[in-house]
């Protein structure tokens, strides 16, 4: 039997419609515009200023604290200005505007395909490593990959679960980086193992993959403690938590974080930027984005650079059709619509959904009509009507009583409500306003 969180989950209609399109290099852009906030935690800071020349790999934004990370150049070329721009957010934050000039990289970066799997360094070093080279979670959540592998005083790490599962509707980068980079993506699960000091880990897939599971299932023979899970298709299943309740059975208590029950989860794009950071000495400058939608010329999985405008991947998927009513970047669950074609690839970019005017178009709100599907779907057993209504009534103090920090932003209550509430908007709003008032009591 197939193995699945134990409560709530959606089987939105996949459309998985780029899964064959091999992985295609996007050419360099003219300009591109890298923000120094990519990462959960304090922003970089910037050590580059107007005039100056670099190159790719040169840090141009420093780690300002633990939870944070190094900003490189993905493109070689000039500063033309240090300035502040919307990055998908819609909000303006402070970048680093360069105009791209060949392509020129520092000194000591193997850019070969050559596979190099014997681990010559420690896990202190590793995680070092890890840190100076930018690496963050490549899922979408961005935390700071070297904070993860350092768990608090009195924590140890049991197991990594490496995240395969890809449950976002559309978005297929992970899978195909599963099939086209599967030994260096081994090769990172290797080096994060040596890092956390663990002598397991599980690959968990979704089964709607079988490609992937089968090719990763042989690659493990020659690794060992590494095995793969295949998953039941259910939305969320790729989230943190879902995740490690399917694969061990352990729930992660409300407020705790993973390593409270010996859980470390890392995405395989995270894996593969970890070989190619320690084994290659590269750091986070590209990633696999996928470009992709029911209208779309040409649905694209596309290696691209950092700080690349989006506008640049649409063109190369063959430009935004007539009948586009929203484009959203990363999956239709959890992504957020852009107001812009300017906005940047940024570390956290999985991909770019071109939604048709049609499906884009949310029906009327309804009342309630007290149906509880949206508790039922909750993967995280909360009341999303209930923390709907408190965050519409801006009663924060109770909304955080009801444990509305625990929600994960799937989705789920909104695609299920038959009354077409907008749950997760308010649910969200009510998150940012009860962890403003949780940090607020803590300085």
Same mark, same amino acid.
């Given at each position: 039997?197939?193995?699945?969180?134990?409560?709530?989950?959606?089987?939105?209609?996949? /459309?998985?419609?780029?899964?064959?399109?091999?992985?295609?290099?996007?050419?360099?852009?003219?300009?591109?515009?890298?923000?120094?906030?990519?990462?959960?935690?304090?922003?970089?800071?910037?050590?580059?200023?107007? *005039?100056?020349?670099?190159?790719?790999?040169?840090?141009?934004?420093?780690?300002?604290?633990?939870?944070?990370?190094?900003?490189?150049?993905?493109?070689?070329? #000039?500063?033309?200005?240090?300035?502040?721009?919307?990055?998908?957010?819609?909000?303006?934050?402070?970048? &680093?505007?360069?105009?791209?000039?060949?392509?020129?990289?520092?000194?000591?970066?193997?850019?070969?395909?050559?596979?190099?799997?014997?681990?010559?360094?420690?896990?202190?070093?590793?995680?070092?490593?890890?840190?100076?080279?930018?690496?963050?979670?490549?899922?979408?959540?961005?935390?700071?990959?070297?904070?993860?592998?350092?768990?608090?005083?009195?924590?140890?790490?049991?197991?990594?679960?490496?995240?395969?599962?890809?449950?976002?509707?559309?978005?297929?980068?992970?899978?195909?980086?599963?099939?086209?980079?599967?030994?260096? &993506?081994?090769?990172?699960?290797?080096?994060?193992?040596?890092?956390?000091?663990?002598?397991?880990?599980?690959?968990?897939?979704?089964? /709607?993959?079988?490609?992937?599971?089968?090719?990763?299932?042989?690659?493990?023979?020659?690794?060992?403690?590494?095995?793969?899970?295949?998953?039941?298709?259910?939305?969320?299943?790729?989230?943190?938590?879902?995740?490690?309740?399917?694969?061990?059975?352990?729930?992660?208590?409300?407020?705790?974080?993973?390593?409270?029950?010996?859980?470390?989860?890392?995405?395989?794009?995270?894996?593969?930027?970890?070989?190619?950071?320690?084994?290659?000495?590269?750091?986070?400058?590209?990633?696999?984005?996928?470009?992709?939608?029911?209208?779309?010329?040409?649905?694209?999985?596309?290696?691209?650079?950092?700080?690349?405008?989006?506008?640049?991947?649409?063109?190369?998927? *063959?430009?935004?059709?007539?009948?586009?009513?929203?484009?959203?970047?990363?999956?239709?669950?959890?992504?957020?619509?852009?107001?812009?074609?300017?906005?940047?690839?940024?570390?956290?970019?999985?991909?770019?959904?071109?939604?048709?005017? #049609?499906?884009?178009?949310?029906?009327?709100?309804?009342?309630?009509?007290?149906?509880?599907?949206?508790?039922?779907?909750?993967?995280?057993?909360?009341?999303?009507?209930?923390?709907?209504?408190?965050?519409? #009534?801006?009663?924060?103090?109770?909304?955080?009583?009801?444990?509305?920090?625990?929600?994960?932003?799937?989705?789920?209550?909104?695609?299920?409500?038959?009354?077409?509430?907008?749950?997760?908007?308010?649910?969200?709003?009510?998150?940012?306003?009860?962890?403003?008032?949780?940090?607020?009591?803590?300085?």
């Amino acid at each position: 039997m197939l193995k699945t969180f134990k409560i709530g989950g959606v089987h939105p209609p996949e /459309n998985k419609l780029s899964k064959d399109k091999k992985i295609e290099v996007l050419p360099l852009p003219k300009t591109v515009f890298i923000p120094v906030a990519q990462h959960i935690g304090a922003p970089a800071t910037p050590v580059v200023k107007k *005039g100056d020349e670099v190159k790719v790999g040169q840090v141009i934004a420093q780690s300002s604290s633990f939870v944070s990370t190094n900003i490189h150049s993905s493109v070689s070329g #000039k500063v033309t200005k240090v300035d502040f721009s919307a990055d998908s957010s819609g909000y303006p934050k402070q970048g &680093i505007f360069i105009a791209v000039d060949g392509d020129e990289w520092i000194e000591g970066i193997d850019r070969s395909e050559d596979l190099v799997k014997e681990i010559s360094v420690d896990g202190p070093e590793i995680v070092k490593k890890i840190q100076e080279a930018g690496i963050v979670g490549l899922g979408g959540a961005t935390f700071p990959t070297h904070v993860k592998l350092v768990p608090p005083k009195g924590m140890k790490a049991e197991v990594l679960l490496i995240n395969g599962v890809e449950c976002e509707p559309y978005l297929t980068s992970d899978h195909r980086l599963m099939l086209e980079k599967a030994d260096e &993506i081994m090769v990172g699960i290797q080096l994060l193992m040596k890092a956390m000091g663990v002598d397991k880990a599980v690959i968990g897939i979704e089964n /709607n993959k079988p490609d992937a599971i089968k090719l990763l299932n042989e690659k493990c023979s020659a690794y060992n403690g590494v095995s793969v899970q295949s998953l039941k298709v259910q939305y969320p299943q790729g989230g943190e938590k879902q995740l490690i309740n399917a694969v061990t059975g352990k729930e992660v208590p409300s407020g705790a974080l993973p390593i409270a029950v010996g859980a470390v989860v890392s995405n395989v794009g995270t894996a593969f930027a970890v070989y190619e950071a320690i084994q290659k000495n590269k750091p986070l400058v590209e990633r696999v984005v996928t470009v992709t939608g029911k209208g779309l010329e040409k649905p694209s999985n596309f290696l691209v650079r950092v700080g690349t405008a989006t506008s640049e991947l649409i063109e190369a998927a *063959g430009g935004v059709p007539e009948n586009t009513g929203k484009i959203i970047s990363g999956g239709p669950m959890m992504g957020r619509a852009i107001a812009s074609l300017d906005v940047p690839v940024t570390k956290g970019t999985s991909g770019l959904l071109l939604m048709q005017e #049609k499906e884009s178009k949310r029906e009327e709100i309804q009342p309630c009509i007290r149906c509880s599907r949206c508790t039922s779907v909750c993967p995280m057993g909360l009341e999303p009507y209930l923390l709907m209504t408190l965050g519409e #009534k801006q009663i924060f103090d109770r909304a955080e009583n009801e444990r509305i920090m625990d929600c994960i932003e799937c989705g789920s209550c909104s695609y299920t409500c038959p009354s077409s509430r907008p749950l997760l908007d308010y649910i969200r709003f009510g998150k940012g306003k009860v962890g403003a008032m949780i940090r607020s009591r803590k300085k």
